[in-house]
Nanobody, 123 residues
């Protein structure tokens, strides 16, 4: 089994910063792309940022210049540094990973999600 566990969410004032972490554990052979999504109540989950194994990144227009995604492949961990936070950055943040496992019948590839971490921007 594979688990992704996010941490680092919390309450911060507008203009402040937070750093989210997402650690993957379990019977992992390798992790391809990793990503951060967010979802506000009553809205669809939206992509925030992605990063490949080689470090190529992509961002939603709404966070470009403010958020930075990074990863530590040795630790199977992805990070999201969020600066200049705005009230609209408030929803629950989820990480996911394109994970390859080694099983008794060979390699198994699936996308796994974390449980989410709440970010609240409020004065």
């Amino acid at each position: 089994q594979v688990q992704l566990v996010e941490s680092g969410g919390g309450l911060v004032q507008p203009g402040g910063s937070l750093r989210l972490s997402c650690a993957a554990s379990g019977s992992i052979f390798s992790i391809n792309a990793m990503a951060w999504y967010r979802q506000a109540p009553g809205k669809e989950r939206e992509l925030v940022a992605t990063i490949t194994t080689g470090g190529t990144t992509n961002y939603a227009d709404s966070v470009k210049g403010r958020f930075t995604i990074s990863r530590d492949n040795a630790k199977n961990t992805v990070y999201l540094q969020m600066n200049s936070l705005k009230p609209e950055d408030t929803p629950v943040y989820y990480c996911n990973g394109d994970v390859v496992r080694l099983t008794s019948y060979g390699r198994d590839r699936n996308t796994y999600w974390g449980q989410g971490t709440q970010v609240t921007i409020s004065s």
